[in-house]
């Protein structure tokens, strides 16, 4: 077993205070940093601009939907699984409740969704280029990495798990068995 030694001292702070600056560490790069990046795009080749007008209350509406999900799989995971949604410090109870029994990995999929939400606020083709590279980077992210670390951490109750949730698009209407 490797043992990390920043996470003796990390488990020092309250998983709260943790939470906040991991929350808002990771937001700040991914929905301000990446996207001004992005944004250029616009600026740089105006002809690839579509202006969406009165349509951009929509993304911000889509943009505030995930926001609130991805602060409420995030809270429960951290309440219910005693740690946070970061490797370097990850949860030590196994979560299957909640917005997780509907879809293994609804806090990269509320990521991903913030982008599109945010692509259609700001009518950028930059963002909304950004949020079509997001999609396969969050699958590679949890195939390569989280799929296995979860695997190693809880063995034969991830893959049970595994088996019977969906890794991207909720299964909200179950169908029953016979």
């Known amino acids: ?3 990390n030694p920043v996470s003796g001292l990390v488990r020092r702070i309250p998983l709260s205070a943790r939470m906040v600056v991991y929350g808002a560490s990771f937001l ?7 996207p001004w990046l992005a944004y250029r795009f616009d600026a740089s080749y105006p002809q690839w601009h579509i202006e969406i007008g009165v349509y951009r209350f929509l993304g911000g509406i889509v943009f505030t939907a995930f926001l609130t999900m991805y602060i409420t799989c995030a809270c429960v995971l951290a309440a ?8 370097f410090d990850p949860p030590r109870v196994f979560v299957v409740s909640g917005p997780y ?5 609804p806090i990269a999929a509320c990521v991903v969704g913030m982008l599109l ?10 963002v909304f280029m950004l949020f ?4 396969p980077i969050a699958h590679l992210q949890v195939i390569l990495l989280e799929e296995p670390l979860l695997r190693k951490r809880f063995g034969a109750a991830y893959e049970d798990y595994r ?3 969906p890794r ?11």
Do not use: D, H, Q
Request: aromatic share 8%; proline share 2%; with cysteine.
């Open 80 to 87: 219910r699984g005693g740690g946070a949604y970061v490797e």
């Open 163 to 165: 088996k019977g949730v």
């Open 168 to 178: 991207w698009m909720p299964r909200v209407f179950r169908r029953r068995s016979l």
């Open 28 to 34: 700040a790069g991914v929905l301000v940093g990446l």
């Open 101 to 105: 029994r509907l879809c293994r990995n």
């Open 1 to 3: 077993m490797v043992i």
């Open 132 to 135: 079509l590279a997001a999609m």
């Open 117 to 126: 939400g945010e692509a259609f606020a700001l009518s950028s083709t930059g």
